[in-house]
């Protein structure tokens, strides 16, 4: 099995992540982070 990853090339600022985390909400933020997955029954 191979994985491999590619760095968000515009990930959020620092301050705006401080924003975020101090009151994250449920289904209003969302991650830089993301997983594909191909699969065959």
């Given at each position: ?11 959020v600022d ?14 209003t933020n ?8 191909e699969w065959?029954?």
């Open positions: 099995m191979d994985i491999s990853t590619t760095a968000n090339p515009n990930p620092d301050a705006r992540l401080a924003e975020i985390l101090a009151n994250p909400g449920f289904g969302f991650t830089d982070h993301m997983v594909t997955v065959t029954p």
